[in-house]
Nanobody
Framework: QVQLVESGGGLVQAGGSLNLSCAAS????????MAWFRQAPGKEREFVAA????????YYADSVKGRFTISRSNNKNTVYLQMNSLKPEDTAVYSC???????????????WGQGTQVTVSS
């Protein structure tokens, strides 16, 4: 079992930045692929970014490419999502997830955090 706890969400104006963190409890964190997903009210959960367990490969949704950066510190059992040039359409609950494969499908990730709210005002 692994527990994931997100932090760093909040309210920011369009064009601003936020850095989300996700702390994992399990010592085998180093073997997990990690991902961020988001869900806006009335919409389906959407893939945002993913990173391999080595940190050597990362993947992004087209809607955030060039603005968001995913990274991880295996020493700290933490994955990050640096979000720049935020837009109102980025408003959602952001959740981190742990799994065995770097794929953009929620069903591939058995472990999830509770989520953190990101609100971008225009």
């Amino acid at each position: 079992q692994v527990q994931l706890v997100e932090s760093g969400g909040g309210l920011v104006q369009a064009g601003g930045s936020l850095n989300l963190s996700c702390a994992a409890s399990r010592r085998t964190f180093n073997n997990d692929a990690m991902a961020w997903f988001r869900q806006a009210p009335g919409k389906e959960r959407e893939f945002v970014a993913a990173i391999s367990w080595t940190g050597g490969s990362s993947y992004y949704a087209d809607s955030v490419k060039g603005r968001f950066t995913i990274s991880r510190s295996n020493n700290k059992n933490t994955v990050y999502l640096q979000m720049n040039s935020l837009k109102p359409e980025d408003t959602a609950v952001y959740s981190c997830a742990a799994g065995l494969s770097v794929l953009p499908y929620p069903t591939m990730y058995p472990y999830w955090g509770q989520g953190t709210q990101v609100t971008v005002s225009s």
